[in-house]
């Protein structure tokens, strides 16, 4: 059985969910959340490649097939995701997206999922599979809708989803590593027969382990980030940067602050993008009762989108009705003269949606902090039912810790 690197495996990942929809075989798929951040990609595609690389699966012939959970089109919106794949010299397009997935022929009893930085699935998706999620590997609050038996079961507090990743598979990695020093590494990307067992495996895991560094680097801001880092994000880096090490190739260069800032650049990046790209590139969507919420996460301040749109608000509220939605929260976090901080902009489109809304701020102000903030891209509109824009404090509190206040205020 020949070692494949990530790019190879997700091409053999393609051939295989194609062939189970004509055949309407059994898939396993491993998906990340409906924001599609760096962690929600690269935790699908790590778990699936190790997971599809381990000795007993390769033996049985199966692979678990990783989506990333937005259409292809959405894929260049994530500049950073461009500039951390190249790394495993995968092009973005050569992910496997919802446009790859068709459910008119996956039955729901051929297939099982697991969610990776999500516990709870949502969207279309959710609607039709969420029976079939066999496991969880997450960092957010528990929800409790995934089975206590389900293996895994692994939610925990981190600061990347990645780290529990790596922590959990780790025995699993080092398997696969030896198996193919042990068994010889084929190199078919270059349709070779045996090559340097050794150096083709170490290049191959310094791949992998580059591309679950890259989105723990993101999310912990260069391990930085106190209020983030836990000992789990920790340990994952260790075992990630002994891989990048001992890799010939990318081992020598390796170097973690110049690698996270060009990630983090290609993040903050925004200057190709109109408003509603910045929108619906970090885009996370919630229905609770009646009520739908969006929630949009981005890298500048207000006053940056507003010089995207001449009619900001106008924009902003087509976007969010263009998605039913019943509240929309903008959550910036950027840096302003070398210090962090973070806004919040909500507005009700409903009248169940404002009532909400003022829930939420009953029940959430005091905890995240909120200050009221002007801005002269904000008037009053008829069809804007409630609209609030704050400073907030509490530089803590990220998506993680407003998403569910602001459920909970939906729940009445």
């Given at each position: 059985m020949s070692r494949l690197s990530i790019r190879a495996y997700l091409s053999a990942a393609r051939r295989h969910l194609q062939k189970c929809l004509e055949e309407k075989n059994h898939t396993s798929f491993v998906i990340g959340n409906e924001s599609a951040d760096l962690d929600s990609i690269t935790c699908a595609l790590i778990y699936g490649y190790l997971l599809s690389e381990s000795p007993e699966i390769k033996r049985s012939g199966?692979?678990?097939?990783?989506?990333?959970?937005?259409?292809?089109?959405?894929?260049?919106?994530?500049?950073e995701l461009t500039a951390l794949l190249k790394y495993a010299d995968i092009k973005p397009s050569e992910l496997i997206t919802l446009d790859d997935i068709s459910t008119e022929s996956l039955p729901a009893d051929k297939t099982s999922w697991t969610l990776v930085d999500h516990n709870s699935f949502q969207g279309k998706l959710g609607e039709l599979y969420r029976s079939r999620v066999i496991g969880v590997i997450d960092h957010h609050d528990d929800e409790h809708t995934v089975p206590e038996d389900a293996q895994?079961?692994?939610?925990?507090?981190?600061?990347?989803?990645?780290?529990?990743?790596?922590?959990?598979?780790?025995?699993?990695?080092?398997?696969?590593?030896?198996?193919?020093?042990?068994?010889?590494?084929?190199?078919?990307?270059?349709?070779?027969?045996?090559?340097?067992?050794?150096?083709?495996?170490?290049?191959?895991?310094?791949?992998?382990?580059?591309?679950?560094?890259?989105?723990?680097?993101?999310?912990?801001?260069?391990l930085k980030a106190e209020h983030k880092v836990t000992e789990n994000d920790k340990k994952a880096v260790r075992f990630l940067e002994a891989k990048i090490n001992i890799s010939r190739k990318y081992g020598k260069d390796y170097d973690r602050d110049r690698f996270f800032t060009e990630i983090d650049d290609a993040k903050s990046d925004l200057e190709g993008l109109s408003l509603e790209d910045i929108l619906r590139k970090d885009y996370k969507q919630w229905t609770e009762g009646d009520l739908t919420l969006g929630i949009s996460s981005c890298v500048q301040p207000i006053s940056y989108l507003a010089s995207k749109q001449k009619d900001f608000q106008g924009a902003t509220k087509k976007f969010a009705q263009s998605k039913s939605l019943d509240i929309f929260v903008i959550m910036p976090a950027f840096k302003e003269s070398g210090d962090f901080r973070r806004e919040i902009l909500l507005m009700s489109l409903s009248g169940n949606g404002k009532e909400a809304a003022e829930r939420f701020i009953k029940n959430g102000q005091e905890e995240l902090k909120l200050e009221d903030k002007e801005s002269v891209a904000l008037s009053k509109d008829s069809e804007i039912t409630t609209q609030f824009f704050w400073n907030q404090k509490n530089l803590d509190a990220s998506r993680k810790r407003v998403g569910p206040l602001l459920r909970g205020a939906m729940k009445g």
């Open positions: 199966r692979l678990v097939v990783p989506i990333t959970n937005i259409p292809a089109a959405d894929l260049q919106l994530r500049p895994p079961r692994v939610i925990s507090k981190t600061g990347s989803c990645q780290s529990l990743v790596i922590n959990h598979l780790r025995d699993t990695w080092q398997k696969i590593s030896d198996s193919a020093m042990t068994v010889g590494a084929a190199h078919p990307q270059n349709n070779e027969t045996l090559v340097d067992d050794q150096a083709y495996t170490s290049t191959w895991d310094a791949q992998a382990a580059k591309i679950a560094l890259g989105a723990i680097l993101i999310d912990t801001v260069n």
